[in-house]
């Protein structure tokens, strides 16, 4: 059985620009069990809390070209509590 995953460009963005932030902050590449969105505010790498990752999602809701109602249904699909 083979597994197939879609190439997603913007996603292998994301990451890359992670990467850089995490290597621009920390001075370092990043290990194994560093995590890939991380608290800017720390001198060493943690992972952001739950709370700022539903604000980050908010955040890029709202920025998104579509109506209300797609946004609550991602919203509710996503389990943020407040959009």
């Not at 720390?42 to 579509?66: F, H």
């Amino acid at each position: 059985m083979s597994v197939h995953y879609m190439y997603n460009p913007a996603l292998t963005q994301a990451v890359l620009n992670q990467h850089q932030r995490f290597v621009e902050k920390f001075g370092r590449e990043p290990g194994a069990e560093d995590p890939l969105f991380f608290d800017e505010t720390k001198d060493i790498p943690t992972p952001l809390s739950v709370e700022a990752i539903n604000a980050r999602l908010c955040k890029a809701l709202d920025s998104m070209d579509i109506n209300d109602s797609e946004k609550d249904s991602i919203s509710y699909h996503l389990g943020l509590k407040q959009h």
